[in-house]
């Protein structure tokens, strides 16, 4: 019975999981003809990403993800250590709570209300020139860069936060109780034992954060204008004109990638330091 009851989540992993995997890599070897693609094994699709534009494409996203996952990382890691190790139970599962409120917007639709903020008739352009701030509304806060990565950051901060708060929750208070009592500063405690403790954390919520933002479509879209271009969005529009091919190509980049992180994770760091409470709990 245990089995069976282990084998559902399993088999719904496969069909609605594997499966489609499967199936978009083994169409980036198909070939496009015309309108329509045909069965084969060609790497066309693979050759056309590394050439021309679309490998200017790839290596901004790249850069683009690191970057707004490098900064998501120094804004979620304070808030997940403070409710971690700072606040009483009660007020960090109010403030997670709170923090899953954003999830059940549509994400597009909390990006378009971005746009009502940075343009210029804003809200925020309206006050900087109301308060004598500006002389005039400043064209950089929407359909730029920093619009594109306050997009990906306020999009995928959130999921980051609850791998780092588990695993700092994690952590023995005894660790940190000896390193005082030894004489160790509160800096010296952080670093030397915190920080190492909390790494499984800080991995996994760099993978939600980087293969969030590689593979996003709508930011660049809504965030970034017309002509603004990213990995997730050179997907789309690959559909839209019917290169599957192509597009299958671009997301098994994006997967292979996704597997190459969560492969590292599991490899280096043993679940246990991660969800160490969770699993004594169940033992």
Known sequence: MRQALLSLPLLFIVIFMVVPLGVTIMVSFWERAGLRFKPAFTL?????????????????????????????????????????????????????????????INYVVRNVAWTSLLGRTGTINSFLIQAGIVDQPLDWLLYSNFSVFLGLISTYMPFMIFPLFLSLAAIDR??????????????????????????????????????????????????????????????????????????AALSTVVIVMMLLLMVSWYLVFDLKTFLGKILEWRS
């Open 44 to 104: 066309k699709s693979y050759e056309t990403i590394v050439e021309g534009a679309r490998l200017d494409v790839l290596i901004r996203s790249i850069a683009a993800a690191v970057e707004a996952t490098t900064l998501s990382l120094l804004i979620a890691y304070p808030i997940a250590y403070v409710l971690a190790r700072k606040a009483s139970p009660a007020v960090a599962r109010l403030i997670l709570l709170l923090f899953t409120v954003p999830f059940l």
């Open 174 to 247: 005894q660790y940190l109780e000896a390193s005082a009592d030894l004489g160790a500063s509160a800096v010296a405690t952080f670093l030397r034992i915190t920080l190492p403790l909390s790494l499984p954390g800080i991995f996994a919520a760099v993978v939600f954060g980087f293969v969030g933002c590689l593979g996003e479509s709508a930011v660049p879209i809504i965030m970034g204008g017309v002509g603004y271009e990213l990995l997730g969005n050179t997907i789309t529009s690959s559909m839209d004109v019917l290169n599957y091919p192509l597009a």
